[in-house]
């Protein structure tokens, strides 16, 4: 069974393609650039450079490779880059979703989106898959737009939701949430944090976890794959401190309203998870869990 991965650079991306090659998949990672990843070419990996906003390069890669399932991880990730740079982000979220969505009808038999928690409002909270969406921001906006080419096209598919991933990268750096606070801290500066949003925080193996289930049992239909505990912000680096030993004392309790960004972040959101429960048998670990893997 041969997977291509968009974005294979990044987060998700790397811990996907480890857990994929541990289970004998054929893995084809395809990201902008040159590889970022710790692994070698073999019989059943490679790494190709595919910018989705490209495309012929795009249609050349997935024509070549005629992957079976496709788990598309690529996007402008950064919620204020895309309020800033609004062309670029709707560039890449949505037509590039839309360029790897048609390749994939023609070459592939399961696409698999990754999308966000953004594409609630963040007024209700704990949302279920059949939840209302109602973006509040561009990044939030354009994941929405691409989910709703993914349902509408002709081959099967799957909705991924996450929340708040952290972990560490295999290879390079990139900032999360634990990350961040673990950093700041350790340089010794203080921190203002953000005590009246909710979100239940995902450690990244467990993301790539659910994923391998969705391809495992050819899931198709919209899943909420997060963590299990519900915490604020201001929860995490409590906790992120603690279980590195650093000055708690430098975690500033604030509102979110405190802070002018150029990207409205939803207040409250978090996942019920019990359709993965049920339907996949996913389980994830609990935030201390991750932090202790970190
Ligand atoms: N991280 C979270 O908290 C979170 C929460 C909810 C949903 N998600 C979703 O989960 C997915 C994976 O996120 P992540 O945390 O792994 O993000 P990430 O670390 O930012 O990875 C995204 C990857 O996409 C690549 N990319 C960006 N533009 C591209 C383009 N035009 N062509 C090809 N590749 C491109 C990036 O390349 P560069 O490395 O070169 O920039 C990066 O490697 C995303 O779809 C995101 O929307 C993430």
Same mark, same amino acid.
């Given at each position: 069974?041969?997977?291509?991965?968009?974005?294979?650079?990044?987060?998700?991306?790397?811990?996907?393609?480890?857990?994929?090659?541990?289970?004998?998949?054929? +893995?084809?990672?395809?990201?902008?650039?040159?590889?970022?990843?710790?692994?070698?070419?073999?019989?059943?990996?490679?790494?190709?450079?595919?910018?989705?906003?490209?495309?012929?390069?795009?249609?050349? +890669?997935?024509?070549?490779?005629?992957?079976?399932?496709?788990?598309?991880?690529?996007?402008?990730?950064?919620?204020?880059?895309?309020?800033?740079?609004?062309?670029?982000?709707?560039?890449?979220?949505?037509?590039?979703?839309?360029?790897?969505?048609?390749?994939?009808?023609?070459?592939?038999?399961?696409?698999?989106?990754?999308?966000?928690?953004?594409?609630?409002?963040?007024?209700?909270?704990?949302?279920?898959?059949?939840?209302?969406?109602?973006?509040?921001?561009?990044?939030?906006?354009?994941?929405?737009?691409?989910?709703?080419? +993914?349902?509408?096209?002709?081959?099967?598919?799957?909705?991924?939701?996450?929340?708040?991933?952290?972990?560490?990268?295999?290879?390079?750096?990139?900032?999360?949430?634990?990350?961040?606070?673990?950093?700041?801290?350790?340089?010794?500066?203080?921190?203002?944090?953000?005590?009246?949003?909710?979100?239940?925080?995902?450690?990244?193996?467990?993301?790539?976890?659910?994923?391998?289930?969705?391809?495992?049992?050819?899931?198709?239909?919209?899943?909420?794959?997060?963590?299990?505990?519900?915490?604020?912000?201001?929860?995490?680096?409590?906790?992120?401190?603690?279980?590195?030993?650093?000055?708690?004392?430098?975690?500033?309790?604030?509102?979110?309203?405190?802070?002018?960004?150029?990207?409205?972040?939803?207040?409250?959101?978090?996942?019920?998870?019990?359709?993965?429960?049920?339907?996949?048998?996913?389980?994830?670990?609990?935030?201390?869990?991750?932090?202790?893997?970190?």
């Amino acid at each position: 069974m041969k997977v291509l991965i968009t974005g294979a650079n990044g987060l998700l991306g790397q811990h996907m393609i480890k857990l994929l090659l541990d289970r004998n998949y054929e +893995v084809v990672a395809t990201s902008r650039g040159e590889s970022r990843l710790p692994f070698q070419p073999s019989a059943n990996y490679t790494y190709r450079e595919m910018d989705i906003t490209n495309s012929l390069e795009t249609f050349a +890669v997935m024509s070549n490779e005629k992957p079976d399932i496709v788990v598309h991880a690529a996007a402008m990730t950064q919620v204020d880059d895309c309020e800033l740079r609004p062309q670029h982000c709707e560039r890449i979220n949505v037509q590039g979703t839309s360029q790897v969505l048609t390749d994939a009808e023609t070459f592939s038999s399961h696409f698999i989106y990754i999308s966000t928690d953004f594409v609630f409002d963040g007024e209700q909270g704990n949302y279920a898959e059949e939840d209302d969406t109602k973006p509040i921001s561009l990044y939030g906006f354009t994941k929405l737009q691409a989910e709703s080419m +993914v349902q509408t096209s002709t081959i099967p598919f799957a909705i991924v939701r996450t929340c708040l991933v952290y972990g560490n990268l295999l290879q390079g750096t990139r900032s999360n949430i634990v990350s961040w606070v673990r950093e700041n801290l350790e340089q010794g500066k203080t921190i203002k944090v953000v005590s009246d949003q909710l979100r239940t925080p995902t450690y990244v193996e467990d993301l790539a976890k659910g994923i391998l289930l969705i391809i495992e049992k050819k899931a198709t239909g919209i899943y909420h794959i997060s963590g299990k505990d519900w915490l604020t912000p201001y929860d995490i680096a409590l906790k992120t401190a603690a279980k590195f030993n650093l000055d708690a004392g430098k975690i500033v309790k604030v509102d979110a309203a405190t802070f002018k960004q150029p990207g409205r972040r939803p207040l409250k959101t978090g996942f019920i998870i019990e359709k993965a429960r049920k339907e996949l048998g996913f389980e994830p670990m609990s935030f201390d869990e991750g932090l202790e893997l970190m």
